[in-house]
């Protein structure tokens, strides 16, 4: 302690004036100097009542017991101007200060700016919960026991002289920095009569706050933001210093500004799920000597009383020096019905009370016309890269997993090539995995295997209604086109396989702003194999395919679609999936003239959903029927086109060949040959023809003969509305008719 401080308090000693140890110190010692006060009061009081011959023991208060429960204190001489009673504290409080004692009282009035007149009045109010006795006192002074705590009348005479009655009234309404700030709260919230009746008392938060319990309003702890994420993550999180620097260099340069002139900061932190948005922003504050409040939105956004909680927040932000943090911002964004009203009440206590707001956010685009009054700062966490990745798996498997030393490379390097997840994806799949497997005698294998499934499970994509999981069944040998259209369906399992080799270790990267990933184009007549191609390429990458279903994409609500279109992508971006587009005219049609605003809004559809694809660094196979009615723009973004030709007949014989399963009871009349010859039909067409070919036999208890396909094939014919001749079934014409006798005579005339 310095020579100087030293002396100061001394001389304070000497002085009768010591600093105050603690909070509780400096209000009780108020509570002596305003009880001086309420003994000129008390006097004032009639100095004898009637009261009539009955006992009105603990109904009443009366003048004897008022003046007793003051201690006997002489009446002062003057009355005391408002601000007085703080002002006497002064120079023990400036004593505190030096000492560096936390005195709860002084840091309210500092955070909220309060005229001593409103300092003065937070204590009169919180009296009753510091001494029971107040409470009588105060109902004596209300002329009605029932009133425990002061009321607006009560606290202008005892804080303020007659001149000052207005001013100091004024600070007393509703729209004053007491109660907007909800420092101090009426005790009934609606009640008839003069404003001047009406009683007040301290918010229990800021009772809690003043008793130096350093808690939390209760109404937070339900919306609070919860640490989602396994211990392991915070030190992944850790090797990036450079977010939470970038972060403070904010706060710093904020804080050097003059309070007067300081603008409101909101600080958007952007990073996909996990990669440690509220850890950087925390180290940030820590290091700034901040706490933080963070609150989970998609929370408040479903809270009935939205707005008050809201004001909790900023109140307690303040309170605590703990900038708040609002987590699952996109929660809002996406409510339509409520993103009005969260979005007025949080500009709005911004601008009376904000200082410091960060906002955690997986994009930058929704939500960037927000805080358009204050300055706005976007700081953005970058995507790992595949080293980034592999040195993380690195550290977990060394210090926590039984893996071979010489296996932990190669696994490491196996996950971070395949799942491009996040630092917290990551822990939490280790997690998950170490659960699973700890305390069984689980070898390398094992790990190898479980941590490539939890890998896979987090990366899957949220795409509910949007898409649907397809099972892929079909490899290379099922796939049947010719060898130079086949040769261009292995060209998009080779761009997959390479691609991240040359875009970050070779770093293309560096060259390519947009069009990193793979749009394939599969077009084609129905049934041609386009969908079983999707399938074959998602086998020999082993990646998941969704099928993307447009009923649930496409919306008649304006703005809908790019909801969903961009819900889409946002999701697959990160996952080890292929999207698959079927039907894909429907979306990337062609660009029409505008005449109204449905065309509009049309070509606005087709414009965001080109920038979409070209921006997604995923896989994208889109199969169309009408490739002619694709936009053109659309169309030079394409990196593979195949064109699905109808199959040739040795092409057909095979398809005929193999589509039947071997468990399949299969007669042996069944001429493949004059089925691919006679009918030029796709392979879904004959997938179909076999099919029902099989019910036909299973309900006949017989192997699926040569009768069941022709069967089959006029109705496959009849269905997809093409003219079906007796004639085009040459010498199984006959089979057209049901019953053996049919098949007899067709066998009989073969043999002659």
């Known amino acids: 302690m310095s020579t100087t401080v030293v002396q100061e308090q001394k001389d304070m000693a000497e002085n009768g004036a010591a600093p105050y140890a603690n909070g509780m110190e400096l209000l009780q010692h108020l509570c002596q100097l305003l009880d001086e006060r309420l003994v000129d009061l008390v006097e004032e009081m009639p100095a004898a009542r009637q009261r009539g011959d009955f006992n009105l ?167 609070w933001l919860e640490r989602d994420y396994p211990a392991e993550a915070t030190a992944l999180w850790s090797t990036n210093a450079d977010t939470a620097s970038s972060i403070n260099s904010h706060i710093a340069r904020y804080r050097q500004q003059e309070a007067i002139k300081r603008e409101r900061l909101v600080i958007s932190v952007i990073g996909r799920s996990g990669s440690g948005r509220r850890h950087a922003v925390e180290s940030a504050c820590w290091q700034a000597g901040l706490g933080v409040i963070a609150l989970d939105c998609a929370r408040v956004i479903k809270h009935p009383r939205l707005e008050q909680v809201i004001r909790r927040a900023f109140r307690d932000s303040l309170l605590h020096a703990s900038p708040l943090v609002l987590g699952n911002f996109e929660a809002v964004l996406q409510n339509v019905e409520r993103d009005p009203e969260f979005r007025t009440a949080l500009e709005r206590q911004i601008e009376e009370r904000g200082w410091i707001v960060f906002v955690l956010r997986e994009e930058e685009e929704p939500g960037s016309a927000w805080f358009p009054r204050h300055r706005h700062v976007a700081i953005h966490i970058p995507e790992l890269s595949n080293d980034a990745r592999k040195n993380l798996w690195v550290a977990l498997l060394s210090e926590s997993a039984p893996v071979a030393a010489g296996e932990v490379d190669g696994i490491a390097e196996a996950l971070a090539v395949k799942f491009r997840l996040s ?87 560096s060259l390519m702003s947009r069009g990193k990933g793979l749009t394939v184009l599969f077009s084609g007549p129905p049934g041609t194999g386009k969908t079983m191609a999707a399938e074959v390429i998602a086998n020999a990458l082993q990646m998941d395919l969704y099928r993307i279903d447009l009923a649930g994409v496409v919306s008649k609500y304006i703005g809908e679609t790019e909801k969903n279109l961009s819900r889409i992508f946002r999701e697959a971006e990160y996952s080890d999936a292929i999207l698959f587009f079927d039907e894909a005219d429907a979306l990337f049609g062609k660009r029409s003239e505008v005449k109204d605003a449905h065309d509009r809004y049309a070509n606005i559809e087709i414009n965001y959903l080109l920038q979409q694809i070209e921006s997604f660094e995923g896989v994208v196979v889109l199969a169309t029927n009408m490739r002619q009615h694709l936009d053109e723009a659309f169309l030079r973004r394409i990196q593979v086109v195949v064109e699905f030709p109808m199959p040739a007949y040795e092409d057909r014989v095979s398809i005929w060949r193999q589509s039947f399963p071997q468990k399949a009871p299969l007669g042996p009349d069944v001429d493949f040959n004059f089925l691919a010859r006679q009918f030029e039909l796709a392979g879904g067409h004959i997938t179909n023809i076999i099919l029902w070919a099989a019910l036909l036999a299973s309900e006949e208890g017989t192997d699926i003969c040569m009768r069941h396909c022709i069967r089959a094939t006029r109705r496959e014919l009849e269905k997809i509305g093409r003219r079906c001749m007796k004639e085009e079934f040459g010498v199984y014409s006959g089979l057209l008719e049901p019953g053996p006798e049919a098949e007899m005579r067709i066998a009989t005339t073969r043999l002659f």
């Open 423 to 509: 630092p917290g994806q990551i822990a939490i799949a280790f997690r998950r995995c170490a659960h699973l497997l700890g305390g069984k005698d689980a070898d390398t294998s094992a790990w190898r295997a479980q941590l490539h499934a939890e890998a896979a499970q987090i990366s899957a994509p949220r795409l509910g209604a949007l898409a649907k999981k397809i099972k892929p069944l079909y490899h290379w040998p099922q796939l049947v086109l010719p060898e130079k259209k086949k040769e261009l369906v292995r060209d998009v399992v080779r761009h997959v396989q390479q691609r991240r080799r040359v875009m970050e270790e070779w770093n293309f990267n």
């Open 57 to 223: 023991s603990g109904m009443v208060v009366s003048d004897q017991e008022a003046k007793q429960l003051l201690g006997g204190r002489e009446q002062a001489s003057t009355r005391f101007r408002s601000g007085s009673l703080w002002q006497a504290t002064e120079e023990r409080r400036v004593g505190s200060q030096i000492q560096g004692a936390n005195l709860p009282l002084a840091i309210v009035q500092e955070r909220f700016g309060l005229s001593p007149f409103e300092v003065e009045c937070m204590l009169v109010c919180i009296a009753p919960e510091l001494e029971v006795r107040y409470q009588k006192i105060f109902g004596y002074l209300n002329d009605d026991v029932t009133q425990k705590y002061p009321s607006v009348d009560l606290l202008l005479r005892l804080l303020s002289m007659p001149d000052e009655s207005a001013v100091c009234r004024s600070r007393l309404t509703q729209a004053s920095p007491l109660l907007r700030d909800g420092l101090l709260i009426w005790v009934e919230e609606q009640v008839s009569g003069s404003p001047l009746s009406r009683c007040l008392k301290v918010d229990p938060a800021i009772v809690q706050f003043l008793f130096q319990d350093y808690k939390l309003d209760a109404e937070l702890e339900s919306v």
